[in-house]
């Protein structure tokens, strides 16, 4: 087995999918996680000064999708239909815009903070699990998971995000309900139950 290296921030952000996939795939690996006051000096030792990375046997692999999606196909999930690969690529994509949303609003200047806060709440989060929970019913109705009937890493990255706020997915009932699934698979379930504590 490889020694796996994650290093990314203490919270979960771009990097807790890729703590998922290891979780769900029963593979151990090292939770490296950087303070936001330790950045500044190891940031100019770290490849494209940019978290997270991924340290495998010494090799280093960075961008947060490109690192889940190659541990999914090394793990089983990722599909190998090209049809459900697109699948995959095409909710990773979403999950960008939906994440860069959040950040907008994260980092607004102080005199913007209120209304892009007020946007992201009322405007951006229904948008995007509305756009989730019709993936979901178009997948053989919603009663499963995002592509096809295993776990792939685009189920992975929807929980990661999706769950730190749960009065936004309450009235998606598919959404909802697919949340639950995920939360209640034995690994992953013992992986939340563990995992260091953060709000996002
Ligand atoms: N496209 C990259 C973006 C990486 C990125 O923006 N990382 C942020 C944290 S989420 C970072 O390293 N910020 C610290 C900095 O730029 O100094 C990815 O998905 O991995």
Do not use: C
């Not at 009322?122 to 699990?129: A, C, G, L, S």
């Not at 990255?157 to 698979?185: C, H, Q, T």
């Amino acid at each position: 087995m490889p020694n796996y290296k994650f290093t990314y921030f203490d919270f979960h952000g771009r990097g807790e999918a890729t703590r998922l996939v290891f979780a769900l795939a029963g593979v151990p690996f090292e939770d490296d996680r950087i303070s936001l006051e330790e950045w500044p000096n190891l940031k100019p030792n770290i490849k494209f000064h940019r978290l997270p990375i991924l340290e495998v046997d010494g090799k280093i692999y960075t961008e947060s999708h490109a690192i889940m999606s190659y541990l999914g196909r090394k793990f089983g999930f990722y599909p190998t239909d090209i049809e459900d690969a697109f699948k995959v690529d095409e909710i990773i994509h979403i999950m960008e815009d939906y994440l860069q949303e959040f950040v907008k609003k994260h980092y607004a200047p102080p005199d913007q903070k209120e209304a892009m806060t007020k946007e992201y709440f009322e405007v951006q989060i229904p948008r995007f699990n509305g756009i989730l929970e019709q993936l979901l019913v178009e997948n053989g109705g919603g009663k499963g998971y995002f592509v096809g009937n295993e776990v792939t890493v685009a189920d992975l990255i929807v929980f990661a995000f999706v769950s730190d706020y749960e009065e936004g997915f309450k009235d998606f009932p598919k959404l909802k309900a697919f949340m639950g699934r995920i939360g209640n698979l034995d690994r992953i379930k013992d992986w939340l139950n563990t995992r260091p504590k953060s709000d996002y």
